[in-house]
């Protein structure tokens, strides 16, 4: 089969097309034939070598993925040859073919076709586990999502609407538009605004913040907090460090995490997939939720999907296509 390899970290081009060998189901694994995947900003940090995948994991760029079951190995009771499926990776999703823990196969939603369905598993898990598991947010309360026109941004929107919360989200004003029709209640153009005060002006702060940026944003996320607020800290784009204001934190009775998907452990991720199926995929299936595609390249142009997402002129996510013989995968 072929893959998308790393020879050497470096920019885009570090991406190479390459002939590499076929992967073997063990025991509670299912090996799928990759229809699509979807580029997030992890893959880029594996790029550069400053994101190794974990110990076990395939080389290869890629956090889920869409496709059909061609292979199952022993204890999986559940899966046959020819299940269309998506799933959530711990690497492998750039490649032809990819093993995955069956606990981490979720079904293609009612609506949604098999490529598309490559959008969601790694934006559901992590959102889900974060604003509904960890932060718990409730019908009634406010969400402030920074970043709102990525492939995060664009689900924690929908779902947090979904879920009877106001939201809030940062993004460029060029994609205001289109997060209001995703059910954002106001924007905030973080180029040209402060989103502490308007957070503030707005609902008189937030009860649940999602955050990809990281060390810059923590002060000012802790200050834009309301009462009995929790910050969720998945992303790290804008810095690694920060001095966290412990007094502001007590005063509110707040509560800062920070968690990644990636190296949780199999079972632990399985936990993760069995609540998004239970809570998330009905309302995709009823199309409250639904995948946001920006545009889909052929896997072997990742290198230009990289520099799209790169970019942050994309809105959603960008998915990756394998193309195959027709009557395949279809």
């Given amino acids: ?78 899966h046959r040859v020819g ?18 823990p069956a606990g981490q196969l979720l079904p293609i939603p009612t609506g949604v076709s098999l490529a598309d369905a490559a959008a969601l598993p790694e934006v559901a898990c992590t959102v889900w586990s974060n604003v509904v598991r960890l932060a718990g947010l409730r019908s009634g309360e406010t969400l402030l999502v920074h970043g709102g026109g990525s492939g995060i941004g664009t689900f924690a929107i929908q779902l947090g609407a979904a879920l009877g919360a106001t939201v809030i989200t940062t993004a460029r004003a060029g994609k205001h538009d289109r997060l209001r029709e995703l059910g954002a209640h106001h924007t905030i153009d973080y180029t040209d605004a402060d989103f502490v005060a308007e957070t503030k002006r707005i609902a008189g702060g937030a009860d649940v913040i999602l955050d990809i940026i990281g060390g810059p944003y923590l002060d000012r996320n802790v200050d834009a907090l309301a009462i009995g607020g929790r910050l969720s800290i998945i992303g790290l784009q804008g810095g690694r460090k920060a ?12 509560s800062v995490h920070a968690t990644t998907l990636r190296a949780r452990p199999v079972p632990e991720k399985a936990e993760i997939v069995r609540g998004v199926h239970q809570e998330v995929w009905p309302l995709i299936s009823a199309g409250t939720v639904r995948p946001i595609v920006d545009r889909r390249l052929p896997l072997a142009e990742a290198a230009q999907a990289h520099r799209i997402v790169e970019s942050s002129d994309h809105l959603g996510k960008v998915l990756l296509t394998v193309e195959r013989e027709p009557g395949r995968n279809a």
Avoid: F
């Fill in 83 to 100: 299940d269309r499926v998506c799933a959530l990776l711990a690497g492998g999703g750039y490649a032809e073919r990819v093993v995955v």
């Fill in 1 to 78: 089969m072929h893959a998308i390899t790393i020879p050497q970290p470096g920019g885009p081009d570090a991406l190479v097309w390459a002939e590499v060998p076929d992967p073997e189901p063990g025991p509670g694994e299912v090996v799928v034939d990759v229809t699509a995947s979807a580029v997030n900003r992890a893959d880029l940090l594996q790029r550069q070598g400053l994101y190794p995948p974990p110990a076990g994991a395939p080389p290869y760029p890629g956090l889920e993925c869409s496709g059909v079951i061609t292979a199952v190995g022993p204890d999986v009771p559940d």
């Fill in 243 to 254: 001095e966290l204001n412990l007094g502001a934190l007590l005063a509110k009775r707040a």
